[in-house]
C-alpha cells in the first residue's frame, strides 16, 4: 500500500489548510486512516483518525474542534481540514492507514503498518 499527502505549505496564524492522502495498492474502504504529526522529537503525535466507512472519527486533544478528518472511499482519499492555525502546529504531517476487520478507528502509531512520506505545514505569526 502506497500513500502519498498533498496540500502542506505555508500559512499565515488564522489560516487554512487542507491535506490530502491518496492511497493505491488496496482496497480503500478496507483501511483505517490516521493523521499524525512530527516536531523536532523523535515521537509523532495523533491527530485524527477515521473508520473504513467514516462514520467513526476520533481527535487528539490538541486539534479537536479546530481539524475535521474525512474520507472518499471513491477517490481512495482521506483529508485533514485545518482550521485556526497556529503557529504551534508548524511540523511535519503523516497519514498513515491500515487493514482492520472491523469499522473503527486506530489511535496509536504503532498500529498503522503503511505510512505517507509526510509533508510540511508552516504557520507563520
Known amino acids: 500500500v502506497q500513500l502519498v499527502e498533498s496540500g502542506g505549505g505555508s500559512v499565515q496564524a488564522g489560516g487554512s489548510l487542507t491535506l490530502s492522502c491518496r492511497a493505491s495498492?488496496?482496497?480503500?474502504?478496507?483501511?483505517?486512516v490516521g493523521w499524525f504529526r512530527q516536531f523536532s522529537e523523535k515521537d509523532r503525535h495523533f491527530l485524527a483518525s477515521?473508520?473504513?466507512?467514516?462514520?467513526?472519527?476520533h481527535y487528539g486533544d490538541s486539534v479537536k474542534g479546530r481539524f475535521t478528518i474525512s474520507r472518499d472511499n471513491a477517490k481512495s482519499t482521506a483529508y485533514l481540514r485545518m482550521d485556526n492555525l497556529k503557529p504551534e502546529d508548524t511540523a511535519v504531517y503523516y497519514c498513515?492507514?491500515?487493514?482492520?476487520?472491523?469499522?473503527?478507528?486506530?489511535?496509536?502509531?504503532?498500529?498503522?503498518?503503511?505510512w505517507g512520506q509526510g509533508t510540511q505545514v508552516t504557520v507563520s505569526s
Open positions: 477515521i473508520s473504513r466507512s467514516g462514520d467513526k472519527t
Open positions: 495498492g488496496a482496497t480503500f474502504s478496507s483501511l483505517a
Open positions: 498513515a492507514a491500515d487493514g482492520v476487520p472491523l469499522d473503527t478507528v486506530v489511535i496509536a502509531p504503532g498500529m498503522y503498518e503503511y
